[in-house]
């Protein structure tokens, strides 16, 4: 069975400060993707990251960072310096690479970053 | 930038009745998907598209929604006879191949039933 776990159904943080946003994922498969999509008030899906389960080698782009541990089944994501623009939706999903090709998402954590 | 486009923003409809969701997809992608979001809920995937057929699909996807490509850029989704909690958002996505690479996602089809 696929899962994804996200925990935290809404954070408030005020601007400039760092924020994670959890996600725990369940699989058999041992060849997957993990991905974060990020929704904004206007209601589209922006992809912001995909990691295969093979590369466990922290990212970072700009003020997003990711930090992906097999061993805790566990994909977070990591906001730096926060800004009013981050307000959104994050979606943490999954997509088993030999059982099908559907991603599996998470309930997503709403993130309110206040000015 | 190649973009997926969905048609139209926003529908609404009666209960009962037939609607069609179009999609067009990023032209040189092979893999086609419906999403779907109920109003504060996760997204859920429907079904799945390749080769002119449907690769997968979920339990949600019953005998009342069908997909079609009908002439090799358009990708609909038709609910035949909509009920009230069909209501959601509606995301179309495509894939260039199968190993999981990003899903671009449309800008999504607000369905409200009445």
């Known amino acids: 069975a696929q899962k994804v776990t996200q925990a935290q159904t809404e954070i408030s943080v005020v601007e400039k400060e760092d924020v994670t946003l959890d996600c725990v994922y369940e699989t058999r498969d041992t060849t997957y993707y993990l991905f974060w999509y990020k929704q904004p008030p206007s209601g589209e899906l922006v992809f912001l990251i995909r990691?295969?389960?093979?590369?466990?080698q922290n990212e970072i782009s700009g003020r997003y960072s990711w930090n992906f541990q097999k061993s805790t089944s566990s994909f977070n994501f990591t906001i730096t310096a926060s800004q009013v623009v981050d307000s959104a939706v994050y979606f943490c999903?999954?997509?088993?690479?030999?059982?099908?090709?559907?991603?599996?998402f998470g309930t997503g954590t709403s993130l309110t970053v206040i000015p | 930038e190649p973009e997926v486009t969905q048609t139209p923003s926003h529908q609404v409809t009666q209960m009962g009745q037939e609607v069609i969701l179009r999609c067009v997809p990023i032209s040189n992608h092979l893999y086609f998907y419906w999403y779907r979001q109920i109003l504060g809920q996760k997204v859920e995937f429907l079904v799945s598209f390749y080769n002119n057929e449907i690769s997968e699909k979920s339990e949600i996807f019953d005998d009342q929604f069908s997909v079609e490509r009908p002439d090799g850029s358009n990708f609909t989704l038709k609910i035949r006879s909509t009920k009230l909690e069909d209501s959601a958002m509606y995301f179309c996505?495509?894939?260039?191949?199968?190993?999981?690479?990003?899903?671009?996602f449309g800008e999504g089809s607000r369905l409200t039933v009445l």
């Open positions: 990691r295969n389960s093979f590369d466990e």
């Open positions: 996505a495509s894939q260039t191949g199968g190993e999981a690479g990003e899903l671009f």
């Open positions: 999903a999954l997509s088993p690479v030999f059982t099908g090709n559907q991603f599996y």
